[in-house]
């Protein structure tokens, strides 16, 4: 098990996770990443979500993926 961090940001905001989640592989990770992202959008419904990046982090703070919000979300039409 690996511990990680999701922390969230934008060109003007940083969202930090102070607590993070166990996870047993990227795909675990991944998965987990999709759902806060899902968590923050349907929270905080008047953001413009779109421009968020995620960013996983291990517990060494060395970046593992990133996952930008429109991935999750899909694009304006």
Same mark, same amino acid.
């Given at each position: 098990?690996?511990?990680?961090?999701?922390?969230?940001? $934008?060109?003007? #905001?940083?969202?930090?996770? %102070?607590?993070? @989640? &166990?996870? *047993? /592989?990227? @795909?675990?990770?991944? /998965?987990? @990443?999709?759902?806060?992202? %899902?968590?923050?959008?349907?929270?905080?419904?008047? #953001? /413009?979500? %779109?421009?968020?990046? &995620?960013?996983? $982090? /291990? *517990?060494?703070?060395? #970046?593992?993926?990133?996952?930008? =919000?429109? =991935?999750?979300?899909?694009? &304006?039409?």
């Amino acid at each position: 098990m690996t511990h990680v961090y999701f922390h969230c940001s $934008n060109r003007t #905001e940083v969202l930090v996770d %102070r607590c993070g @989640a &166990l996870v *047993d /592989d990227f @795909a675990e990770a991944r /998965d987990h @990443a999709a759902c806060v992202v %899902r968590s923050l959008t349907t929270a905080r419904s008047l #953001e /413009d979500w %779109r421009s968020w990046i &995620l960013h996983v $982090n /291990d *517990d060494l703070g060395d #970046e593992l993926f990133v996952v930008p =919000f429109v =991935f999750v979300l899909g694009k &304006l039409h």
